[in-house]
């Protein structure tokens, strides 16, 4: 295949390798390999001979799913993990160690802000929070001490999309590495690395499986950096399972023509709650009252996926309305980014480890509601969103 194939050839071609053999990959569901001698084990331990030992060091389907995503995220290598999170924190307990320091966007996903706030304390690293969107504040807030600057390339769940290159640039000065979480992104629609990130890690659950089937988690970067991530990985025991790996892999096939269709979603859907009554806010890059509306259009060219969050005026209540008059078709759901449409009140889920004060200064409202665009119809969605507002206002 030529490096020049646009991404949707190479995301279809994914794990198809050599000129003979199966067209989708086998499946190996073992835990162990069996060797005819102590050197030939040996050889492979040592990395002298590809192949693989014990499910823990590696396996042969994620290393298919591994070179797949590195491909696709314009990366020397990759390593897949159990969950989303072991990808975060194998990649922190990696680079960082105590007396260490870690800059982080104040407005990442619930489970991240938990990490850094509760378990990495205990072990000597800090953490400083810090909007990732005031590149001034980032600034002051990295020293020489400062091993890693976490963000998210769209924010969870307002949003936001903070100017990686100039991040990049402000990183660069104390010899940072930059890291980023583009689980809502996708590397069909933006590709960190491309913009001078070190790091960028994946919950396969969402975008890349798209099915919520396969779970695990992936972090892509240079050689380096992922063989010291790799270790962590096998030390902490975060390998993601083979049959996961071999489902995620078919998911990822058709990333880019589902990253298409829940885009189209999404600005049709923001479009259309943006005018409601019964809506108070949408947060949406594509609108035009975001903050980031042009820093958007400049990195996403092609749109910002299937994620927007919006308002309701009733608060709560109101909430709880919406989500008895959706079922069944938009169904509430703690995950996201599946092809069927879903919700989320991000204030008792995905954030609910946070005190109200910092929800509040986050702008997680108790009415504001987390919607996952599917692949659906757009005209569909919005008259099914239509009917129950319109029959909660009138009730």
Do not use: C
Not at 46 to 68: I, K, P, Q, T
Not at 227 to 238: D, E, F, K, N, Y
């Amino acid at each position: 295949m030529s490096d020049r194939s646009h991404l949707t050839t190479r995301a279809a071609r994914a794990g198809i390798h050599g000129e003979s053999g199966p067209l989708v990959p086998a499946l190996h569901q073992t835990t162990v390999h069996s060797y005819p001698d102590l050197a030939s084990l040996h050889r492979v331990l040592d990395g002298e001979d590809s192949g693989n030992a014990y499910y823990r060091f590696g396996h042969y389907n994620g290393h298919v799913l591994e070179r797949a995503v590195a491909d696709l995220e314009s990366a020397a290598e990759a390593v897949t993990t159990a969950s989303g999170m072991a990808a975060l924190t194998a990649t922190v307990l990696a680079l960082a160690e105590a007396g260490d320091h870690v800059v982080a966007d104040r407005n990442a996903y619930g489970g991240t802000r938990s990490l850094l706030e509760t378990d990495l304390p205990r072990l000597g690293i800090r953490t400083t929070f810090v909007d990732a969107a005031d590149l001034a504040e980032v600034g002051r807030a990295l020293t020489p001490q400062t091993r890693l600057l976490l963000v998210e390339a769209l924010t969870n769940p307002t949003l936001r999309v903070p100017d990686l290159p100039a991040l990049v640039a402000l990183a660069g000065r104390t010899g940072t590495t930059v890291a980023v979480d583009a689980t809502f992104a996708t590397p069909a629609l933006f590709r960190p690395l491309e913009h001078g990130a070190d790091l960028v890690w994946h919950s396969i659950p969402k975008y890349l499986g798209g099915h919520s089937a396969a779970m695990g988690g992936i972090v892509a970067g240079a050689t380096g950096l992922i063989s010291r991530i790799r270790q962590s990985v096998v030390h902490l025991g975060a390998t993601q399972a083979p049959f996961d790996a071999w489902m995620a892999l078919l998911g990822l096939k058709t990333l880019p023509l589902r990253m298409r269709a829940h885009t189209r979603g999404a600005t049709a859907v923001a479009e259309f709650l943006a005018t409601h009554p019964a809506i108070t806010r949408v947060h949406h890059p594509s609108r035009p009252d975001h903050p980031h509306t042009g820093i958007a259009a400049r990195l996403y060219p092609d749109g910002t996926g299937g994620m927007l969050s919006f308002e309701l005026a009733g608060g709560r209540p109101a909430v709880d309305e919406l989500v008895h008059r959706l079922r069944p078709s938009i169904p509430l759901s703690g995950s996201l980014a599946d092809v069927a449409t879903t919700l989320v009140h991000p204030a008792t889920t995905t954030h609910r480890s946070l005190p109200p004060d910092e929800l509040e200064a986050l702008g997680i409202t108790d009415g504001l509601v987390r919607l996952s665009v599917g692949i659906e119809e757009p005209s569909d969605l919005i008259a099914e969103l239509g009917a129950a507002l319109t029959t909660g206002e009138s009730s």
